[in-house]
């Protein structure tokens, strides 16, 4: 019990109440305008909580990606511009709604069901994180070296499009992961002389080049129509009946969330498709969908929010990300010296908690908050990307800067950024390539580790029960899709 | 810029031998069955089995195709915006945080169609807002010029 009050008292200073209320602000703002999405907003976010404490920090990115899923509702509703790829699932029928003349019923109904998933997800997090956390204190060098390679597995070939693109990606990754000074052997790796690099890789500057940098340059070069946005109506009329009636697809939506984005690497975009196709399949008129129809709106809107904090269940337990947002937590959370696994719940179990209260004001602080940016909505889509554009580069420089207080990180952001944008522009994913990078020094330590203690034996890795489950559920992941490469081309030869 | 699935094969090749023979050089420790090279290595390896797999499968379409909208106007915003940071690099320790900032924020808007003034209000009030919350409140040394030393 005490555990909770101290975090309950971590979460209520004032310096942690404020960096929710700013990010929340800064969240709802960011994901309201057309081609600024949540984890571009993340990664503007980090340099700032570089300077935080833990709590502060990783509260405040909590806030922010909630509010910007949400806030992607609305470009989706009043433009059919969906604001972040989570939004996209049940963009038709919001949009369909505005276009009877009821903007203001799919983004009340968007906001309500955010809200609901949102702390659905939390308290998903609240019941299984520690559960986990507590099988998982046994685990040796053998158990994390299968999690991280599970984590990594994950990202690459489950949540990319292509998995070939995706270990691509995250050999990248994991390339630039071993630049910098060995530690065991003093030997600098691919540093080609530069003092700077033997450090590493600065990770803020090399994930803010990579996400948000292709963000602005598509952005310079969008060309946006001239925007005339609906009048909006009293956005509460008529939601308490809506939800009386529909409160199985709220329900559901929460549930298939808080499941969906547990996976690791599936996240909010996946747990919004999942929980659309299943709303018009058990739904008695499914003819009605992508016409302006409030079951899928509620069912995936709630799924969106449920996801993106279940997604922190594999992050703080194991340090396997669920999502790209949770993939940049890790890499801050191992910058404030808290490294993610379950070992942090028995050492500073008060954090933990305090991050889950300050998740759950945050799913809170949406009603109000998505009041006002509804209400204000009309006047952020009607600013031009022309405008914002430069101001976000200006963030990316100034964010990388602020890390090591050189010029060098602002180049490394620039070339991760011209990286990154040739990945986006080839369909290679880019979540991938960070979690290389934030966890390339795990893997590399735990593998080498693990060899010592055998003196060479490879049979470590599947002497112990977990560790064997855990090397068959990576096998299983490289081999399905190998498996089903192979067939494939049979039939194409065929 | 898309590039051909077999040429993006072909550069992960020439990449993982890049990395290979970039460990060739690294020192062993006597007794240390796995030293600095060996994650590398392994790297080297997987990438260059990942552009080997790339290249043998059939892929469509030219080797480079350079996207519609690089091939107007819009392709000397990218420019800008990539010249503007080399140029921030360069120009922020003579001209200062604000009025480097400023100067770039007010170019980029004006290349992609902003407007005169409108564009230099943007770009004054941004800068001085970055430069309050990371100079001032985060205590960030930013590059010190004139504007800086009068608010100090």
């Known amino acids: 019990m005490s555990v909770f009050w101290e975090a309950l008292l971590l979460v209520s200073e004032p310096q942690t109440l404020g960096a929710i209320l700013i990010a929340s602000c800064l969240g709802i703002t960011l994901g309201a305008i057309p081609g600024l999405t949540a984890v571009m907003g993340v990664a503007l976010l980090i340099p700032i909580t570089f300077f935080m404490d833990p709590v502060p920090a990783i509260a405040s990115i909590a806030s922010l990606a909630a509010m910007a899923i949400f806030a992607g509702d609305i470009p989706g509703t009043l433009l059919r511009i969906p604001g972040t790829p989570a939004s996209a699932a049940y963009v038709e029928d919001?949009?369909?709604?505005?276009?009877?003349?009821?903007?203001?019923?799919?983004?009340?109904?968007?906001?309500?069901?955010?809200?609901?998933?949102?702390?659905?997800?939390?308290?998903?997090?609240?019941?299984?994180?520690?559960?986990?956390?507590?099988?998982?204190?046994?685990?040796?060098?053998?158990?994390?070296?299968?999690?991280?390679?599970?984590?990594?597995?994950?990202?690459?070939?489950?949540?990319?499009?292509?998995?070939?693109?995706?270990?691509?990606?995250?050999?990248?990754?994991?390339?630039?992961?071993?630049?910098?000074?060995?530690?065991?052997?003093?030997?600098?790796?691919?540093?080609?002389?530069?003092?700077?690099?033997?450090?590493?890789?600065?990770?803020?500057?090399?994930?803010?080049?990579?996400?948000?940098?292709?963000?602005?340059?598509?952005?310079?070069?969008?060309?946006?129509?001239?925007?005339?946005?609906?009048?909006?109506?009293?956005?509460?009329?008529?939601?308490?009946?809506?939800?009386?009636?529909?409160?199985?697809?709220?329900?559901?939506?929460?549930?298939?969330?808080?499941?969906?984005?547990?996976?690791?690497?599936?996240?909010?975009?996946?747990?919004?498709?999942?929980?659309?196709?299943?709303?018009?399949?058990?739904?008695?008129?499914?003819?009605?969908?992508?016409?302006?129809?409030?079951?899928?709106?509620?069912?995936?809107?709630?799924?969106?929010?449920?996801?993106?904090?279940?997604?922190?269940?594999?992050?703080?337990?194991?340090?396997?990300?669920?999502?790209?947002?949770?993939?940049?937590?890790?890499?801050?959370?191992?910058?404030?010296?808290?490294?993610?696994?379950?070992?942090?719940?028995?050492?500073?179990?008060?954090?933990?908690?305090?991050?889950?209260?300050?998740?759950?004001?945050?799913?809170?602080?949406?009603?109000?908050?998505?009041?006002?940016?509804?209400?204000?909505?009309?006047?952020?889509?009607?600013?031009?990307?022309?405008?914002?554009?430069?101001?976000?580069?200006?963030c990316c420089i100034v964010g990388s800067f602020a890390i090591n207080n050189t010029s060098f990180g602002v180049l490394t952001m620039l070339t991760f950024g011209v990286v990154g944008w040739i990945f986006e522009e080839n369909n290679i994913p880019i979540a991938p390539a960070i979690l290389g990078i934030v966890l390339g020094g795990a893997l590399e330590f735990n593998f080498v580790t693990s060899m010592l203690k055998s003196q060479g034996d490879l049979t470590i890795f599947i002497s112990r029960p977990v560790a064997t489950v855990l090397a068959l559920i990576v096998f299983v992941i490289w081999a399905v899709p190998i498996l089903r490469g192979m067939r494939k081309r049979q039939k194409e030869t065929s | 810029m898309q590039i051909n699935g077999r040429l993006i094969g072909a550069i992960a090749i020439c990449g993982g031998v890049a990395i290979i023979a970039g460990t060739l050089g690294f020192r062993e420790l006597p007794g240390q069955q796995f030293g600095s090279a060996f994650f590398p290595r392994i790297v080297g390896s997987a990438l260059i089995l990942t552009g080997l797999v790339m290249m043998v499968m059939r892929t469509e379409g030219p080797w480079i195709r350079v996207p519609d909208i690089l091939l107007g106007a819009a392709k000397w915003q990218v420019v800008a915006a990539l010249a503007a940071v080399i140029g921030w690099v360069l120009i922020s320790p003579y001209l200062g945080f604000i009025a480097t900032s400023a100067l770039m924020i007010w170019v980029l808007i004006l290349l992609a169609g902003g407007r005169l003034l409108p564009a230099a209000v943007t770009a004054s009030v941004m800068a001085y807002l970055l430069y309050l919350i990371f100079g001032v409140l985060l205590r960030v040394p930013l590059p010190l010029g004139e504007i800086e030393r009068l608010l100090l």
């Open chain 1, 94 to 394: 919001s949009y369909a709604m505005t276009k009877i003349g009821k903007p203001e019923r799919a983004l009340g109904l968007s906001m309500v069901s955010a809200c609901g998933g949102g702390v659905m997800g939390v308290i998903a997090l609240m019941v299984a994180a520690p559960l986990l956390a507590k099988f998982a204190t046994n685990f040796s060098s053998v158990e994390y070296f299968w999690l991280a390679l599970l984590g990594l597995s994950c990202a690459a070939i489950i949540a990319a499009g292509s998995a070939l693109k995706g270990i691509l990606s995250l050999l990248f990754g994991l390339w630039v992961a071993s630049i910098g000074i060995d530690e065991v052997a003093g030997q600098p790796r691919f540093t080609f002389g530069s003092i700077e690099l033997m450090g590493g890789v600065s990770f803020i500057p090399a994930m803010i080049g990579m996400f948000a940098l292709p963000e602005v340059l598509r952005n310079l070069t969008a060309r946006q129509p001239r925007i005339a946005t609906p009048t909006m109506g009293p956005i509460f009329a008529g939601l308490g009946g809506t939800l009386r009636h529909r409160w199985r697809n709220l329900i559901r939506g929460g549930f298939i969330g808080s499941m969906v984005g547990a996976l690791p690497g599936a996240g909010a975009d996946i747990a919004a498709w999942v929980a659309y196709a299943i709303a018009r399949r058990q739904s008695k008129t499914p003819e009605a969908f992508g016409k302006g129809h409030d079951e899928g709106l509620i069912e995936a809107g709630a799924a969106n929010n449920a996801a993106l904090s279940s997604a922190w269940v594999p992050t703080l337990v194991f340090g396997i990300p669920g999502d790209s947002i949770t993939a940049i937590v890790i890499g801050v959370l191992y910058l404030k010296g808290l490294e993610p696994g379950p070992i942090i719940f028995v050492k500073t179990p008060e954090l933990v908690y305090a991050i889950l209260f300050a998740f759950l004001l945050a799913n809170l602080l949406l009603i109000p908050l998505g009041w006002a940016v509804i209400r204000f909505a009309r006047h952020l889509l009607r600013i031009p990307p022309a405008y914002f554009a430069p101001v976000v580069l200006a």
